[in-house]
């Protein structure tokens, strides 16, 4: 395409360069044409193969562990950590993704449906033309347990959060469900910590322990035990209470507090001073 042409290459039919102020053939064809109208010939610039972007088709196909098509897997392409395309994978698990121009940099292509997944990094994808990229997706790792008293029994609306390393960025929170169960899914590999919201501050997992995650592994248990509470937390104390004169008030909390939480625990205490016959709580 960026190769200039003498007019008499094998298997050329036309070729109109315009060179002579005309639209005449160049070729041995001699298939001359004419200008209309307005048009006319002018002087310009041709840009170079490096000033020339092509589009890049990726095509391919999402599969799970078994071989068999996944339907609405999400094929995301990253760049620097920043989405630049979106597939939805079909119901015989195919996808597609163009570009009309990449910057020559590496991309990061993630897959997920579910608790499946897959991730590939440094993918080249300037230069133009059609990839074809089948992916295989399996269980991301993962980390649950449970939040257990100092008799080890069941602790309910516990505040966990996973830590990565070396940071200690807190990258995901949850609250312990009622039976003391919390599950953090879809983590990328790397290295973590867990810890919990005790009495007296966090408590982490195995005393801070490293949880090493990796690809294809199974999930990785960590289960957290609270200590006793201090003689002082136990001890009656005055505390501020909601007071409602039983007809219209209420106290309204944002809308959106539980967005990020996949189970949440709500606990408080109440005490009505009488019992009527159309009074609720809820």
Same mark, same amino acid.
């Given at each position: ?23 005449? &053939? ?6 001359? !044409?004419?200008? *209309?109208?307005?048009?006319? +010939?002018?002087?310009?610039?041709? %840009?170079?193969? /490096?000033?020339?972007?092509?589009? #890049? #088709?990726?095509? !391919? ?7 068999? %098509? ?38 990061? +292509?993630?897959?997920? *449906? ?8 440094? /993918?080249? /994808? ?14 991301? %790792? ?12 069941p602790r309910a609306g516990v505040k966990v959060q996973l830590e990565r390393l070396p940071q200690t960025n807190v990258v995901a929170t949850t609250l312990s469900n009622a039976r003391g169960e919390y599950r953090f *899914? ?6 973590y910590r867990v810890r919990a919201a005790g009495p007296g501050g966090p408590v982490y997992f195995g005393a801070g322990r490293t949880i090493t995650l990796a690809e294809r592994t199974p999930p990785n248990r960590a ?31 944002? !809308? ?9 625990? +709500? ?5 009505? &001073?009488? +019992? ?7």
């Amino acid at each position: 395409m960026f190769k200039t042409l003498q007019g008499n290459e094998p298997g050329l039919v036309g070729h109109w360069n315009f060179n002579d102020n005309t639209a005449n &053939d160049a070729s041995p064809g001699r298939h001359h !044409g004419a200008l *209309k109208e307005n048009a006319k +010939i002018v002087t310009a610039r041709r %840009p170079s193969a /490096l000033g020339f972007s092509f589009p #890049v #088709v990726v095509t !391919g196909r999402v599969l799970d562990a078994e071989g068999q %098509p996944l339907r609405n897997a999400d094929i995301v392409t990253l760049q620097d950590g920043m989405e630049v395309g979106k597939a939805r994978s079909n119901i015989a698990g195919e996808y597609r993704m163009q570009w009309s121009k990449l910057a020559g940099q590496s991309y990061d +292509i993630r897959v997920t *449906k579910e608790n499946l997944a897959y991730e590939t990094n440094g /993918l080249n /994808l300037s230069g133009g033309g059609s990839r074809t990229l089948d992916f295989t997706l399996y269980e991301m %790792p993962s980390v649950f347990g449970s939040v257990l008293s100092a008799d080890y029994k069941p602790r309910a609306g516990v505040k966990v959060q996973l830590e990565r390393l070396p940071q200690t960025n807190v990258v995901a929170t949850t609250l312990s469900n009622a039976r003391g169960e919390y599950r953090f *899914k879809n983590v990328a590999p790397g290295q973590y910590r867990v810890r919990a919201a005790g009495p007296g501050g966090p408590v982490y997992f195995g005393a801070g322990r490293t949880i090493t995650l990796a690809e294809r592994t199974p999930p990785n248990r960590a289960d957290i035990a609270l200590p006793e509470p201090t003689s002082a937390s136990t001890q009656a104390s005055v505390n501020q209470a909601l007071q409602l004169d039983g007809g219209e008030s209420y106290v309204e909390l944002p !809308g959106n507090l539980f967005n990020d939480l996949e189970e949440a625990t +709500i606990e408080g205490w109440a005490r009505c &001073d009488r +019992i009527g016959s159309w009074m609720r709580f809820f």
